[in-house]
T-cell receptor, first 113, second 112 residues
Framework: GAVVSQHPSWVICKSGTSVKIECRSL??????MFWYRQFPKQSLMLMATSNEGSKATYEQGVEKDKFLINHASLTLSTLTVTSAHPEDSSFYIC?????????FGQGTRLTVV | QKEVEQDPGPLSVPEGAIVSLNCTYS??????FMWYRQYSRKGPELLMY????GNKEDGRFTAQVDKSSKYISLFIRDSQPSDSATYLCATDSGGGADGLTFGKGTHLIIQP
């Protein structure tokens, strides 16, 4: 299957700082990537759809100024959590669609202290 | 009513047993059906992918989709301790432009 690589796999940051998470499609081009958040023992919740060369589309209730998404190339999308707070601590996962299915990155565990 | 319902479990079975995991969905527009396996603190891994109704088999795994009853299933034969994970069903209607709709995930435990 297609490979999606996400980096870093875990990060700890201080409250008030910003954190950038990268998502790369390694063996295919992805004009659209998706960012999910997952809390413990919960399912994946779609946060936003990242579109190459245009603005991201955010799901209702997701603050676009806090979660900045950039999709500058066909193989790279980034999610920046700005002014992070402890309640932003979660597992963030990116994915890219290939035909009717989707492949996921390894996920990034963010802990804000 | 949520779009995809899935019993979160946990479901505990002995090694070697046949495991049956199920989801129901409400949106008749869904055409694509997937099962993902997720180990703790890892991203979901695609196990099975089915378009429309029918069965699909891959090794020890069989996926079934019954669109008339809006019911999707995953069967695991000869279950192994390494199959212990959370299994997520996912659906989609458009085939590429949207994020998937996930069930809550079933936590499966295979007892040695």
């Amino acid at each position: 299957g297609a490979v999606v690589s996400q980096h870093p796999s875990w990060v700890i940051c201080k409250s008030g700082t910003s954190v950038k998470i990268e998502c790369r499609s390694l063996d295919f081009q992805a004009t659209t990537m998706f960012w999910y958040r997952q809390f413990p023992k919960q399912s994946l919740m779609l946060m936003a759809t990242s579109n190459e060369g245009s603005k991201a589309t955010y799901e209702q209730g997701v603050e676009k100024d806090k979660f900045l998404i950039n999709h500058a190339s066909l193989t790279l999308s980034t999610l920046t959590v700005t002014s992070a707070h402890p309640e932003d601590s979660s597992f963030y996962i990116c994915s890219a669609r290939v035909g009717g299915t989707a492949f996921f990155g390894q996920g990034t565990r963010l802990t804000v202290v | 009513q949520k779009e995809v319902e899935q019993d979160p479990g946990p479901l505990s079975v002995p090694e070697g047993a046949i495991v049956s995991l199920n989801c129901t969905y409400s949106n008749s527009a869904f055409q694509y059906f997937m099962w993902y396996r997720q180990y703790s603190r890892k991203g979901p891994e695609l196990l099975m992918y089915t378009y429309s109704s029918g069965n699909k088999e891959d090794g020890r795994f069989t996926a079934q989709v019954d669109k008339s009853s809006k019911y999707i299933s995953l069967f695991i034969r000869d279950s192994q301790p390494s199959d212990s994970a959370t299994y997520l069903c996912a659906t989609d209607s458009g085939g590429g432009a949207d994020g998937l709709t996930f069930g809550k995930g079933t936590h499966l435990i295979i007892q040695p």
